[in-house]
């Protein structure tokens, strides 16, 4: 199992050839505006909504370059990855619009509702025991059993370069941006993001959001090397992951900043957003609301994209009420 | 209080009129659509998210009809009504975008989190007994000192032509609708939705969706005169009130059925609906799709336009999870 790649760094050529090849899979989503959070925060706030993308999350962007990039001779051996969260349906829901195998591998701890999310969209999960080196020890059988395509979840230029066509999408659809935020776990997001705009708009200021709790990018910023943590808890559960060769590059030359936001910053700002606005986003997609709130002198009267990452929550466990 | 209208019957001129007036006070809402419900139904659904409307609600189309069609004099005593759902908050945000008082009578039982929310949009709450008795003497005290201009939840012209907005905007937003269905409770919005739709595209079905449990409109539809529940128990709290002579008028003349579904089928949908299409609706406007998936007979086929009514739920009480 190949988690350091080769370093092929993507450029924009990449993103635009990764947009003109998953078009006809993903969804243009919509950029919402919210007068009750503008009036909080003092910014122009712009929420770049991949909570109605398909699969419920930008994931599926990287997931369709990736799949729908690979020759006949590759695709027919299938693509394979190890993620329990969105990568996993992404790339499931791509490997069945290509018409090929996708095989999952993910701990039989998993949640049963992810398992059948999965296995909806046609996945095939082999299960692993919930340590890394089962995990790696039972990937490494199924990708020498089917020869199938590894496809990291964040680590792969293929990856990164589909991620970057969200940032491309809300630079057509929002003129004059001065910042735009994301939050940032392995930092997939935030290099296609970087990619996008360090060729499109290098004026515009990127910010990563992050949960203090899980702080790894955080302090890799400040430190000027990946610190990975080893097993972080948090509420924002698709932040978790550390970064990787490739998406440390983006983050240490293009990020301006990453700030934090406590796990009740996050809860707050997640119920506030399904209140005030009416969508269903995940916890990992209020990160960057709850940041901006924190942090007025930074954002206040600045026009700010915000990724709204995803939507997949499980409605029977919501963080704000107690099980 | 009079219940009871002049039966002045609004036309279609009235709606017109009424989307000049309000449109600078309103959001126009989009219409959504969603692949999987679609499969589900095997009908082409398009779903107008009033949702996302100021106040949460289509309510406030009725209720800025109301507001801003007052003379000046009468305007400066303010408006009034008596209700602890959607149709005060939107009466008190009209007025409040008018600039005159709005004073709402209310249970004293009502949930603190809706008077907070009254009181947010700049509405002035004098709290009454749970009783109707209680309501109308108290309601009367206030109309007595004030001078307001009383504006009843549905039955009054005004508040119906401002709702027939609704499906003005959808008939312009999708071509070549079959049929029309919405939530029914007082018949506010089914009735300006048959306004606009008799006068438009008599052609296009409109169907009224029922709670079950609080099956008044249907069985006084199957009757041929109103039959009025006393106080019947429904998760979808916004339909258990009564038709009145206005909005009688058009059920008995424009609607092409009444369908009913169980609470749990209600639940189901909206649960359901916050998981696919990523949105907060409220109960009441699952019902409509609740009938959709159980009368496939009815809608497949058919390209029907769904009326989301408001997406203002208490997110710390959700109905599929046990307290």
């Known amino acids: 199992m190949k988690d350091q790649t080769d370093m092929t760094i993507p450029t924009y050529d990449d993103v635009e050839a990764a947009h003109a090849r998953i078009a006809p899979h993903i969804h243009h989503t919509p950029v919402l505006t919210s007068r009750y959070f503008n009036g909080l925060s003092g910014a122009e706030l712009f929420f770049k909504c991949e909570n109605f993308q398909k699969a419920g999350a930008f994931k599926v962007r990287g997931a369709s370059n990736a799949v729908f990039g690979l020759s006949d001779d590759m695709a027919a051996r299938g693509v394979a990855t190890h993620s329990s969260g969105n990568h996993a349906l992404s790339l499931s829901y791509a490997a069945g619009r290509r018409g090929i195998p996708c095989h999952v591998v993910m701990p039989r701890t998993a949640p049963e509702a992810k398992k059948e999310a999965v296995r909806g969209f046609g996945g095939m999960i082999t299960e692993c025991e919930p340590s890394t080196t089962s995990r790696e020890a039972v990937f490494a059988e199924v990708q020498a059993e089917t020869g199938a395509e590894f496809v990291h979840p964040y680590n792969d230029p293929r990856v990164i370069a589909g991620q970057g066509t969200c940032s491309k999408e809300l630079m057509a659809q ?8 994301a939050p940032i776990g392995g930092g997939g997001m ?28 955080c302090r890799s910023f400040k430190a ?37 936001a406590s796990e009740q910053e996050i809860i707050d700002a997640m119920k506030l957003t399904w209140q005030r606005m009416k969508i269903v986003i995940e916890p990992s997609c209020a990160v960057p609301l709850a940041v901006i709130l924190k942090n007025r002198e930074i954002f206040a009267g600045k026009r700010v994209g915000v990724i709204i990452t995803g939507g997949n929550v499980d409605l029977d466990r919501l963080p704000w009420i107690k099980g």
């Open 190 to 217: 935030i290099s296609g993001t970087c990619l996008t705009l360090s060729s499109l708009a290098p004026h515009v200021e990127i910010y990563a959001a992050e949960p203090e709790q899980a702080d790894d990018a």
């Open 224 to 260: 000027g090397h990946i610190i990975a943590d080893d097993a972080p808890v948090t509420v924002a559960d698709g932040l978790k992951v550390p970064l990787k060769d490739l998406t440390w590059h983006f983050v240490r030359n293009h990020v301006t900043d990453i700030l934090t």
């Open 174 to 181: 929002i003129e004059g941006l001065d910042a735009v935020i």
